[in-house]
């Protein structure tokens, strides 16, 4: 395996950070995770944004231009022969001293790259759906780092998870400081009640999923479907007619349970069905070239 890490391509057993790094030593970085189908990088370019705007957000100077990143990207993928793949791009802010001062790390970030086999839920759980339960870890809200920022910060999550875990469930639902659903510990989420299908705002605290934004986009213009983004409580996912989440590993897959109460059926809706079905085709038949040159 050939991993891409400031500059140049190392074997896995060489490719090493500083403990001195402060993506280490305080989680002060940002990330992405990125899906390759059938040798084309699925919608790099929006998480090529989303980590720009990461960087802006907690004052993190990209080591390389976002063209030079979408190249290495492309290049790490390349060399590793994947046509399916599970891309991590991380940046950190860089080797620095043991204090806080993001100035200390002035030799710049860090920036590596791993392309890796995939791996998904088994085929069955796209069709018996995901038991899910609210976590007692809540959302950060939009006054500490916004979740909307991917960084390296993810001991929330992984706490929330841990619980889902501990409760014979796949994923846990954060909920907000004000009560409302946010999203899940790795995925978005969505809820449909009589054919309308709803999902968490911005500003209700969310990471604004690549996956997400694909979702709505194909509830448009394959079933005519404009999806709401409103606040909501857990009531309405106790109620609904089929549940979804959304995300890069998970793409699109139900919840069929939460907390105890079967959601609809308690198997994957139609909606949800036709969804993931459109997914994809889409993420089969797009993305940017890996083999070929665009
Ligand atoms: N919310 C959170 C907190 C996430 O970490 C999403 C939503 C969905 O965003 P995208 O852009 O992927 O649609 C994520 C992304 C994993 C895994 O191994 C998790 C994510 C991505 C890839 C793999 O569980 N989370």
Redesign the pocket.
Same mark, same amino acid.
């Given at each position: 395996m050939k991993i891409y890490l400031d500059g140049k391509f190392c074997e896995k057993e060489d490719a090493k950070v500083s403990v001195f790094d402060h993506g280490v030593l305080y989680g002060d970085g940002i990330f992405e995770?990125i899906r390759a189908y059938n040798g084309r990088i699925f919608r790099l370019e929006d998480?090529l944004r989303?980590l720009e705007d990461s960087a802006r957000a907690i004052l993190l100077k990209l080591p390389l231009s976002i063209k030079e990143i979408e190249k290495a990207v492309v290049e790490t993928v390349r060399l590793n022969g994947l046509k399916d793949a599970?891309i991590r791009l991380v940046v950190t802010r860089g080797v620095g001293d043991l204090g806080l001062d993001p100035r200390k790390c002035d030799r710049g970030a860090t920036l590596f790259i791993i392309a890796d086999k995939i791996a998904l839920y088994p085929e069955e759980f796209y069709e018996k759906g995901l038991t899910l339960v609210t976590s007692a870890v809540r959302q950060k809200g939009l006054d500490q780092v916004t979740?909307a920022v991917?960084s390296l910060n993810?001991l929330a999550?992984i706490l929330a998870r841990a619980e889902a875990t501990a409760a014979g469930a796949q994923e846990a639902v954060l909920l907000n400081a004000a009560g409302n659903v946010s999203?899940?510990?790795?995925?978005?989420i969505f809820f449909v009640k009589d054919g309308k299908i709803s999902t968490p705002p911005v500003s209700a605290g969310?990471?604004v999923?690549? /996956?997400?934004n694909v979702v709505i986009e194909l509830a448009q213009q394959k079933l005519g479907v404009k999806i709401d983004e409103r606040d909501f409580s857990r009531y309405e996912l106790y109620t609904a007619d089929e549940v979804f989440l /959304?995300?890069?590993?998970?793409e699109v897959i139900a919840g069929v349970k939460i907390d105890d109460r079967v959601i609809g059926a308690g198997v994957a809706g139609p909606i949800t069905k036709k969804l993931i079905k459109h997914f994809r085709e889409y993420a089969n038949s797009s993305g940017t070239p890996v083999y070929e040159t665009a």
């Amino acid at each position: 395996m050939k991993i891409y890490l400031d500059g140049k391509f190392c074997e896995k057993e060489d490719a090493k950070v500083s403990v001195f790094d402060h993506g280490v030593l305080y989680g002060d970085g940002i990330f992405e995770g990125i899906r390759a189908y059938n040798g084309r990088i699925f919608r790099l370019e929006d998480h090529l944004r989303r980590l720009e705007d990461s960087a802006r957000a907690i004052l993190l100077k990209l080591p390389l231009s976002i063209k030079e990143i979408e190249k290495a990207v492309v290049e790490t993928v390349r060399l590793n022969g994947l046509k399916d793949a599970y891309i991590r791009l991380v940046v950190t802010r860089g080797v620095g001293d043991l204090g806080l001062d993001p100035r200390k790390c002035d030799r710049g970030a860090t920036l590596f790259i791993i392309a890796d086999k995939i791996a998904l839920y088994p085929e069955e759980f796209y069709e018996k759906g995901l038991t899910l339960v609210t976590s007692a870890v809540r959302q950060k809200g939009l006054d500490q780092v916004t979740p909307a920022v991917k960084s390296l910060n993810y001991l929330a999550n992984i706490l929330a998870r841990a619980e889902a875990t501990a409760a014979g469930a796949q994923e846990a639902v954060l909920l907000n400081a004000a009560g409302n659903v946010s999203e899940c510990s790795g995925d978005n989420i969505f809820f449909v009640k009589d054919g309308k299908i709803s999902t968490p705002p911005v500003s209700a605290g969310i990471l604004v999923g690549v /996956t997400r934004n694909v979702v709505i986009e194909l509830a448009q213009q394959k079933l005519g479907v404009k999806i709401d983004e409103r606040d909501f409580s857990r009531y309405e996912l106790y109620t609904a007619d089929e549940v979804f989440l /959304t995300g890069t590993g998970a793409e699109v897959i139900a919840g069929v349970k939460i907390d105890d109460r079967v959601i609809g059926a308690g198997v994957a809706g139609p909606i949800t069905k036709k969804l993931i079905k459109h997914f994809r085709e889409y993420a089969n038949s797009s993305g940017t070239p890996v083999y070929e040159t665009a």
